[in-house]
């Protein structure tokens, strides 16, 4: 099992510009989450799915948009680039039920830098 | 909402010296709680957690935290800390209620560099 993917790894962009982050798990979770992570800042969450075909706003939601595709997939859209929206971001999947109880697991990462 | 607080961002330590990772989180009536790691460039990975039963929990590479409800507090130790123990350490905690909310509250991270 690859766990949790994510594509790309590094990318650069210009304000304005729009991206996609892909992400998705091959654990059958139901629900993902999208997170920011800036340094001294941990980890914020911008969007989460509790489960296919739903979506909610998390503590970070403004300029991104989100797409559950499939169980699988869960993807960030940038529409117009801002140089605050320069992190690292991380995809996340867990299954809620009375084993895990929500503990999370996590992709690679994603370093953008928007010039 | 849960918040979680952890008291120091940077903690240097000789190698082979222990160590705690403090954090405290805001009261509920009942929270499930996590202590991740992430290594340089890379993502977070799960080091141990705390759902029921025993207040001590233990990882496989040597760290235990202990959940004090009293205090609302989850530290990490580890008694002789290795050179590969450097990383970032992220306390969480998630709302144990039922309400529904699948959400884990991070807290800012300690950054542990051991050294030489």
């Known amino acids: 099992n690859a766990g949790v993917t994510q594509t790309p790894k590094f990318q650069v962009l210009k304000t304005g510009q729009s991206m996609t982050l892909q992400c998705a798990q091959d654990?059958?979770?139901?629900?993902m989450y999208w997170y920011r992570q800036d340094p001294g800042m941990g980890l914020r969450l911008i969007y989460y799915s509790a489960s296919e075909g739903t979506t909610d706003k998390g503590e970070v939601p403004n300029g991104y948009n989100v797409s559950r595709l499939n169980k699988r997939e869960f993807s960030l859209r940038l529409e117009s680039a801002a140089p605050s929206q320069t992190s690292v971001y991380f995809c996340?999947?867990?299954?809620?039920?009375?084993?895990?109880?929500?503990?999370?697991?996590f992709g690679p990462g994603t370093r953008l830098t928007v010039l | 909402a849960q918040s979680v607080t952890q008291l120091d961002s940077q903690v240097p330590v000789f190698e082979e010296a222990p160590v705690e990772l403090r954090c405290n989180y805001s009261s509920s009536v009942s929270v499930y709680l996590f202590w991740y790691v992430q290594y340089p460039n890379q993502g977070l990975q799960l080091l141990l957690k705390?759902?029921?039963?025993?207040?001590l929990v233990e990882s496989i590479n040597g760290f235990e935290a202990e959940f004090n409800k009293s205090q609302t507090s989850f530290h990490l130790r580890k008694p002789s800390v290795h050179i590969s123990d450097t990383a970032e350490y992220f306390c969480a905690v998630r709302d144990g209620s039922g309400a529904g909310s699948y959400q884990l509250t991070f807290g800012k991270g300690t950054k542990l560099s051991v050294i030489p």
């Open positions: 996340a999947s867990s299954e809620v039920g009375t084993i895990l109880l929500g503990e999370q697991f």
């Open positions: 654990m059958n979770h139901n629900s």
């Open positions: 705390y759902l029921s039963g025993s207040t």
